[in-house]
């Protein structure tokens, strides 16, 4: 399976288009990371923490994503956007949403 963020693979020919497909990955915050990102807030520095989290979550989206393309018939998935975001749950804390969306696609 191709996946890919361009709207044409080169030397391939698109036979149809089999629809949007989209997956989501939804992250819990967790009190230690974010306690430790603050400090970094506060000193300076990456948080490397949040950047593992979001590289992690950005392979299951796109695993994800594959996945579902696959069950349309697919070979590829072109245009692919990921998309990262924050739903506020409470006071408390927010949930992290990676999402990947595309166009499923059988080539040859």
């Known amino acids: 399976m191709i996946l890919t963020t ?3 693979i080169q030397g391939a020919v698109i036979d149809s288009y089999l629809g949007i497909v989209t997956a989501e990955v939804v992250y819990g915050s967790n ?4 306690f430790f990102a603050g400090i970094r807030d506060v000193i300076g520095g990456r948080t490397g923490s ?3 989290l979001f590289e992690e979550g950005q392979r299951k989206a796109l695993t994800e994503l594959e ?3 696959q069950r349309l018939g697919a070979n590829a998935v072109i245009g692919i956007e990921i998309d990262t975001g924050t739903i506020n749950v409470d006071q408390s804390g927010v949930l992290m949403l990676i999402t990947a969306t595309g166009t499923a696609v059988k080539m040859r």
């Open 67 to 69: 996945q579902r393309a």
């Open 31 to 34: 009190f230690l990371r974010d």
């Open 6 to 8: 361009t709207d044409v």
């Open 50 to 52: 949040y950047e593992r």
